[in-house]
């Protein structure tokens, strides 16, 4: 299947590892002038690598400028940047407002931002595709709160955008993708993994259908699809890529 995706502009936030690493190299498998921002990011010689922190304005800002001057446009966005889902020990009425605002600024409000820079460029391509990863729990619910309601916002703000015809009838759509758990290097369940494996094993057999997390790759997958020409019916989605662990329909 042709994906009609040569020589289209991408730009993957968080892209430096993990799920947005992944999904980088597979837009750039499909032909696609890939750029990625990181915190950390470091140069990638596939890539347009563009150290910036996504809780900044001015970086959020720069960031758009610099691939619009390298290459003239911009057609794909990923909001793949995010965090802040880590436990807290206390309960969740003594949990600082600081952590519920930090994380939806590094989700939800970091995605608001690019998202808002790149439709001009979107428009006057007349064509463009925004992607948000979110979460199976900011999908469904669980977890823990604050970070599950950066998710969900992430999920509506792409379902109202989708819903706003002068945007959709330009020729831009607005998806979200849900994953469940997910086995990346250096992530939460890597290092469950590593320190105590057969745990881990029993856990994946018990909990998840497939007996097992998905992978990066697998998540970049439906990503792709989601930004190729042949997704152009699909608008105001939540695609759940989680192997069946999601219980709503």
């Known amino acids: 299947m042709n994906l009609g995706l040569q020589n289209k502009v991408a730009l993957v936030t968080g892209g430096s590892r993990g799920i947005g690493r992944a999904i980088a190299q597979a837009l750039a498998a499909e032909g696609c002038r890939v750029a990625i921002c990181a915190r950390g990011s470091q140069p990638v010689k596939e890539f347009l690598s563009i150290q910036a922190d996504a809780t900044k304005p001015d970086d959020i800002r720069r960031v758009v400028d610099t691939v619009i001057a390298t290459w003239g446009g911009l057609h794909i966005l990923v909001n793949n940047v995010g965090g802040g889902g ?7 009425e003594e949990v600082p407002e600081t952590k519920w605002l930090e994380t939806y600024e590094r989700n939800a409000l970091a995605a608001i931002r690019f998202t808002m820079l790149a439709i001009p460029h979107m428009r006057r391509a007349g064509w463009g595709r925004v992607v948000t990863i979110a979460s199976l729990q900011g999908r469904e619910g669980g977890g823990r709160p604050w970070y599950n309601m950066a998710k969900s916002a992430e999920i509506s703000l792409m379902k109202t955008l989708a819903m706003n015809r002068d ?56 990503v792709v699809f989601l930004c190729s020409a042949q997704a152009s019916l699909i608008n105001g989605a939540c695609l759940a890529v989680d192997g069946g662990e999601g219980r709503s329909f």
């Open 86 to 92: 880590e436990r807290d020990p206390r309960p969740v």
């Open 167 to 222: 945007l959709v009838r330009a020729g831009i759509t607005f998806n979200s993708v849900a994953p469940g758990r997910v086995l990346a290097e250096g992530n939460d369940w890597d290092a469950f993994r590593r320190s105590d494996p057969a745990r881990f094993d029993a856990l994946m057999k018990q909990e998840l259908p497939l007996g097992r997390p998905g992978t990066p790759e697998e998540v970049a997958a439906a």
